[in-house]
């Protein structure tokens, strides 16, 4: 199962209450094309065979090719240089092996 590190937590909730979605809502993440990489979207309430992550005020919403892509994996946060030049965090995978949570 996909786990979430604190700091992609605080991001995911600092997301949705930004973009004032309704209880419930959250992260979701797609995988049309897994070949192809991820989609990451805020969405308010599950797709209706999306695997559902919850807790500590945080929901994540796996649609079900990108439940079994991550099955093994984590999601973090991590700071990366901007177009701009400034600081900015972007969600990044992990081996769950591989990143402190």
Known sequence: MLAITDLAAEAIKSLTTDAELPEGGGL?????????????????QPAEDDVVL????????????AAEVLEDKVLDVQPMEGPDGAEELRFAIGQQDQVPQ
């Open 28 to 44: 979701r993440i797609a995988a049309p094309q897994p070949e192809q990489g991820l989609e990451l979207s805020l969405a308010g």
């Open 54 to 65: 919850a807790g500590e005020g945080v929901s994540v919403f796996l649609e079900p090719a």
